[in-house]
């Protein structure tokens, strides 16, 4: 990021204080993520609701994948149960898991 991308995504709290929110939630809609500077320190991030989101799920995605990572690692095939030996262990059928749909794995 250059310095006139970074001054054009700040905008002072002051502006708020003017009656120019709608204004400036308007430009975070359709131009992105803002900055919001008071006593020449940024002080928050306005984001729009999608933006959000979409960070959200990306840091939910670090996060399975840092999970599945360890997992990895600390994988040991000789302690693995075979799935017929867990539905013979708990009575389960191939009858009784015909009705349920498929699993979706990210």
Known sequence: ????????????????????????????????????MKNNAPECVLLSPQEYVDLMETVQDARLLLTANERMRNYDSDKTIPAEEVQQDFGITDAQLAGFDEVEFE
């Not at 700040?10 to 900055?35: C, H, M, P």
């Open 1 to 36: 990021m250059n310095l006139m991308t970074a001054i054009q995504n700040t905008v002072s709290i002051s502006l708020f204080n003017r009656g120019l929110a709608g204004k400036i939630f308007q430009e975070v809609n359709t131009t992105g993520a803002k900055v919001v």
